[in-house]
């Protein structure tokens, strides 16, 4: 793919994935941070700092803030905190990681930007992606050693040059965990079922606080009472991102109809990124809108199939049930391959024998997996194309040709990346495969922020008070977030929004 977009390619338009549509923007007229409503004459409530979201972002920042000395109060619309954090596959992208070391693998903060720069198009906002790369381990690190929890090995996602990301025992959840005992141990109090309405600004501009639905139900919308927060120094939203609001992902994306199931927990809905756009924020990249090409239409949600799929990669071909033939890059980027899944117009197949998954997968991935019947067992490779309606000839050549490029250690095809300890398909079976296509799993849209995670009016200035932290926010990833760099993205920012917001003079 090339690394620039060409005036043609931008008039045309990119594939579903990554769609730049000319007639989508939310962008409002320039102006300066407006009040949305009065401020309240008596507050219910008041904090030094307001965090408005539970996922690594969200309690990143309030553990920073909480440790800078705040106040700090942290809501979640929620009836659980976690976010899509918690579903997350626990994947961390931190190049010169302590398992690349013992491994022997070269890498740099500057290599990880190069590869982030090459998915994103070179559309990504390149300072904040450039802070990002060099504190990425040092996150990594912090959540290892201060909030501690437990990484136990190195992998690979598609699109970067080498193995980086260090990968959490139980997947987003031991993080999300770690750090909510870790603010319980600070004296922070999580506080969920409560849903931003709308921000507080003064006459000033200044953001002074938050409307909220306590005791709110999501769904809901009358559900709960309203009450006014006081932020003495500032807001920090950390709310993901857009990928469930079917209505808001049509208005930048229509081709993104409710026919493509999302990845994400039912409240990525996208309020508050619209809450900041109501006095000013400016916004950027809304259209870019990533498909996960591993998820499977055989499981709701994300499921366990992406991290079936995600680990086999490498050591397994994908194949088009239509030909029995490989079609991609099976490491390449996640857009191009949810494209290319996306032309074919059926689910495709990824097959794995037991070595490989035993290598790389998880067991209760496999043992859950195959529970509910999105990933299946084969004694033969025959049995895997009679299920799949694979012409058997076609598919039985492809896998003799996969097996040599196995052998030698490269893909003359389409150039995926063959690891070393990968061994022929079907050196040791049974089989196990999974029906792969594309659902909606992350927004590269959102807020424009600056290095320090202020959000940005549009009149380019920052507004006061206010910061933003992971997806909620748009810029840095550009047209495609890499695997394992959300994480690395939402805990570096995170902590960033929260010392900084701690720091701000406190509000007249």
Not at 74 to 98: L, R
Not at 111 to 124: I, R, S, V
Not at 404 to 425: H, R, S
Request: aromatic share 8%.
């Amino acid at each position: 793919m090339s690394s620039k977009v060409s005036r043609k390619q931008f008039l045309k338009g990119m594939a579903v994935g990554g769609t730049m549509t000319l007639a989508a923007s939310t962008l409002a007229g320039c102006q300066k941070a407006m009040p949305s409503g009065p401020v309240p004459s008596k507050w219910d409530e008041e904090a030094d700092v307001v965090v408005v979201g539970t996922g690594f972002a969200g309690l990143a920042a309030a553990i920073e803030a909480k440790n800078a000395g705040a106040a700090v109060k942290v809501i979640d619309k929620m009836e659980t905190p976690g976010g899509n954090s918690i579903i997350n596959g626990g994947d961390f992208a931190a190049p010169g990681n302590w398992y690349q070391k013992e491994q022997g693998i070269e890498d740099s903060p500057e290599l990880m930007l190069k590869d982030m720069l090459k998915a994103g198009l070179n559309l990504n906002h390149v300072d904040r992606a450039k802070v990002l790369t060099e504190k990425a381990l040092e996150a990594a690190e912090w959540a290892r050693d201060y909030i501690g929890a437990e990484f136990y090995r190195l992998t690979f996602h598609g699109g970067h040059s080498v193995p980086r990301t260090v990968q959490l025992v139980k997947g987003g959840s031991e993080l999300i965990n770690k750090m909510l005992k870790k603010l319980q141990e600070l004296g922070v109090t999580v506080e969920t079922q409560r849903k931003l309405e709308r921000l507080i600004v003064d006459e000033a501009g200044r953001v002074v606080g938050i409307e909220a639905r306590d005791g709110y139900t999501f769904g809901d919308e009358t559900s709960g009472k309203t009450i006014y927060i006081k932020a003495k120094k500032a807001v920090v939203l950390a709310t993901g991102g857009f990928s469930r609001d079917i209505k808001m992902r049509m208005i930048h994306d229509p081709r993104l109809t409710e026919a493509f199931e999302s990845t994400n927990h039912p409240g990525a809905t996208g309020e508050a990124l619209r809450a900041a756009l109501k006095i000013g924020a400016m916004d950027v990249h809304m259209d870019w809108i990533q498909l996960g090409p591993w998820a499977s239409p055989d499981e709701p949600g994300f499921g366990y199939v992406p991290l079936f799929c995600e680990r086999v990669v490498g050591w397994a071909p994908m194949i088009n049930p239509k030909t029995g033939k490989r079609f991609i890059n099976e490491t390449g980027n996640r857009k191009v391959r949810a494209d290319a899944i996306i032309e074919i117009g059926v689910p495709v197949i990824i097959v794995a024998d037991t070595y490989a998954t035993e290598k790389n997968v998880p067991a209760n991935v496999i043992e859950n997996g195959l529970k509910i019947g999105a990933i299946k067992k084969f004694d033969t490779l025959e049995e895997v194309a009679k299920e799949y309606g694979i012409p058997w000839d076609a598919f039985k050549a492809e896998v003799e040709r996969w097996n040599q490029f196995v052998e030698n250690k490269k893909d003359e095809d389409f150039n995926c990346m063959i690891f070393q300890d990968a061994k022929p398909l079907g050196f040791q079976p049974p089989f196990y495969a999974a029906r792969l296509w594309p659902k909606v799993h992350h927004t590269m849209g959102g807020l424009v922020t600056d290095v320090n995670g202020r959000v940005i009016n549009q009149d380019f200035q920052p507004i006061p008070g206010l910061y933003a932290a992971g997806e909620v926010t748009g810029g840095i990833h550009g047209a495609v977030r890499l695997g394992g760099v959300a994480m690395a993205d939402c805990v570096v920012f995170g902590r960033i929004a929260g010392k900084n917001a701690a720091a701000e003079t406190p509000a007249a």
